[in-house]
Every structure is written in C-alpha cells, then in structure tokens.
C-alpha cells in the first residue's frame, strides 16, 4: 500500500465547473501537507501547502482532516489552464523529504 | 524571483557511462533535494543536504552519488548507467528542511 493515496481519476469537467479531489496518507507522525501540479514533463510546482485550519488560495480550498488522515482539494470555476495532474505530497513523520501520491489528472473542457 | 536551475536539460547517454547533473538552489535555500521521475511515474526521493551535509538518503542506486558544495550547488553523479535510469531528475530547494519544496525544471537523461 502507497504511503499516500489518491482518487486515480482521471477527472473531466467542463469549464466553471467545481471538482473535488481526495487523498488519504498512512503515517499518523505526518506534520506537513501539500497540493502540487504537474504539467506534462515539466515539474511539480506548489499550489498550496494545507493547513490543519484549512486554507484557500482564490478558487483553491485545501482541508485537512488529522483524525481521518485526509487531505482534500477543491478547485471552483474551473479554467482550461487548470488542467494537468494534481499530486497529494506529504512529509511524512520525521523526514524532511516529500512522498507524493500517483496524482489525478483533470481536464477542463471548453 | 529566481527559480531552481538545473544542468543539462537533457542528457543522452550510453550504458556504462557516466553521467554528473547540477543543480542550482533558489539563493539563500541551503536545503537541496533530488527526485527521480520515471515514465508515468511520482517522482521518488533519492537523496537531500542541508548545510552541505547529507540529511536524508532515499532509493539512491549505489551508483550513484551527490554532494553539495559551498555556494550550496548540488551534483549528482551517476556511474555505470544502466537502460532502467532513464527518468527525469529534479532538483528541489527548500530554505529550511520541512519548509516548502520548489521544483527546477528537471533534467532528462536517455540511457541507450
């Protein structure tokens, strides 16, 4: 089993349309949480780091939820641009280094 | 705002051969990280340094090996390349360990 899981999709959607992405992680000592994007062959880059509050970034929402070990990601008024594939990244107990989920990949339809 | 550089873009090598990738932090990060990608793949930890000492050693082959240098540049050298290394090797920059992760923007390497 994968330290970090996530939904496979893939996720199509039209634009304007909200989705919903999950992913649960199995090291309880986790402490710190992020979502990145990856487009094709480029490079992660960090959308947000995810708080125990909660934090949102313009149409972005991140959730984290430690009881259920749960992380979320919500993205309204979906734009083409945001296609691409959404990694769940953990840093898991004491480690410093980043254990990513498979990802899911969205596409935003016109 | 400067970013992660990364040294070559691509790479084409032999089996057998060597091969050495630089890295270039964001200034004043002192914490380097290196990632493999292979096709259709997350990207696996290999190794990181912190102050110019090694911190944290992942699925790093024998192989290979890193260090980083004073000015906080990092190389990752790899030796006796086998097909099954051809991926895409990131480079991340944190300013503190634990703190967040930026990407360079790879370099691929193509063992034949």
């Known amino acids: 089993r994968k330290e970090v899981e996530q939904d496979p999709g893939p996720f199509n959607v039209p634009e304007g349309a909200t989705v919903a992405f999950n992913c649960t992680y199995s090291n309880s000592a986790s402490q710190s949480f992020f979502w990145y994007r990856q487009d094709c062959r480029k490079e992660p880059k960090l959308l947000m780091s995810?708080?125990?509050s909660g934090n949102e970034d313009g149409r972005f929402t991140a959730q984290l939820n430690r009881a259920s070990q749960y992380i979320s990601l919500l993205i309204r008024d979906s734009k083409l641009s945001d296609s691409a594939t959404y990694l769940c990244?953990?840093?898991?107990?004491?480690?410093?280094?980043?254990?990513f989920g498979s990802g899911t990949q969205l596409t935003v339809l016109p | 705002a400067a970013g992660v550089i990364q040294s070559p873009r691509h790479l084409i090598k032999e089996k057998r051969e060597t091969a050495t990738l630089k890295c270039y932090p964001i200034p004043r990060h002192d914490t380097v990280y290196w990632y493999q990608q292979g096709p259709g793949q997350d990207p696996q930890f290999l190794i990181s340094?912190?102050?110019?000492?090694?911190?944290d050693k992942g699925s790093i082959p024998d192989r290979f090996s890193a260090q980083q240098f004073s000015d906080y540049h990092s190389e990752l050298n790899m030796s006796s390349l086998e097909l099954g290394d051809s991926a895409l090797y990131f480079c991340?920059?944190?300013?503190?360990?634990?703190?967040?992760?930026?990407f360079g923007p790879g370099t691929r390497l193509t063992v034949t």
């Open positions: 990244v953990v840093i898991p107990g004491s480690a410093r280094q980043l254990t």
């Open positions: 995810v708080y125990s």
């Open positions: 340094f912190y102050e110019k000492m090694q911190s």
């Open positions: 991340a920059s944190s300013l503190d360990p634990g703190y967040e992760q930026y």
